[in-house]
């Protein structure tokens, strides 16, 4: 046989097996059935475009779960994450979106069942004593308490998504350390990102107890906090107090969303 033939042989065989496993991708993409559930990191705050039906949940267009699902065309897409969910929240008004036909869930829970909010405000308004004062107490609380209350929701989800693979998505740090900025005091910065990342901590643990995969972004958000030229993150916004130390539009698409995809 011929070079000629031989090549022409190959190349029919090549495009033979990549016509034959189209129809295994699409029949995949197809199966998918995603559920995103949550509180304010999953539900998009920060990102804009929030879609009224959903109210105060504030879901918009720009979270990583909708940006996957555009890009993934699943089978079945519901978002039911909501700002302000703790765990509690999640497992008395999101699960019912569970099912055994569930075959993939997201979810970040952990933020406000330590008053990740309000902690913040209370650093802008009270000075720095106050603020590390207060996340020392929410760590105190953190380790007696959050891994009770993360087993008992990732449980739930098991129980109710018996099908699912569970993605974890952690927070991300919001200062950059190395840099210095005008607003809060770097002994400030240094705790919160202190809470942040034993919050991290404690919410894989979890995770990994539960079978689940942990999906860690703050490499991701690593050169985009607050304090750098190109952030991710959302400052203090007086206009939208909510939006604050939330995730913008690109922090979705740049940030969680690369990392969702790799562990999805």
């Known amino acids: 046989m011929s ?10 065989g090549a495009t033979a097996l990549a016509l034959s ?8 993409a197809s ?4 559920v995103a559930l949550g509180d304010s990191y999953s539900s998009g705050v920060g990102a804009g475009d929030y879609i009224r039906s ?3 949940c504030d879901r918009s267009p720009n979270a990583y779960s909708a940006l996957w699902a555009a890009q993934h065309d699943p089978a079945s897409y519901t978002s039911v994450a909501c700002s ?3 765990t509690t929240d999640v497992i008395a008004n999101q699960l019912s979106a569970l099912s055994s036909s569930t075959t993939l869930v997201s979810i970040t829970v952990g933020g406000n069942d330590e008053n990740f909010s309000g902690i913040m405000q209370d650093c802008i308004l009270d000075g720095t004593s106050t603020c590390v004062s207060e996340i020392d107490a929410a760590e105190a609380d953190a380790r007696a308490n959050l891994p009770g209350k993360l087993a008992a929701v990732y449980g739930d989800i098991s129980a109710d998504a018996p099908n699912a693979q569970v993605v974890v998505m952690g927070y991300p740090d919001f200062y950059d350390l190395g840099n210095d900025c005008v607003g809060l ?21 979890a995770a990994n107890q539960a079978g689940f995969t942990y999906a860690d972004v703050r490499s991701a958000f690593s050169g985009h906090e607050i304090c750098d030229s190109d952030r991710w993150l959302h400052s203090v916004n007086v206009l939208d107090i909510d939006e604050s130390y939330h995730p913008t539009a690109e922090g979705h698409a740049d940030g969680y969303l690369p990392v969702f995809a790799a562990n999805a």
């Open 84 to 86: 302000g969910a703790k």
């Open 185 to 205: 005091s770097q002994k400030s910065r240094t705790a919160i990102d202190g809470g942040i990342d034993l919050l991290d901590s404690i919410i894989q643990t």
């Open 21 to 28: 496993l189209v129809p295994a991708l699409s029949a995949h």
């Open 3 to 12: 070079r000629g033939s031989l090549a022409l042989k190959a190349g029919v």
């Open 31 to 34: 199966a998918v059935n995603y």
């Open 54 to 56: 959903s109210g105060s």
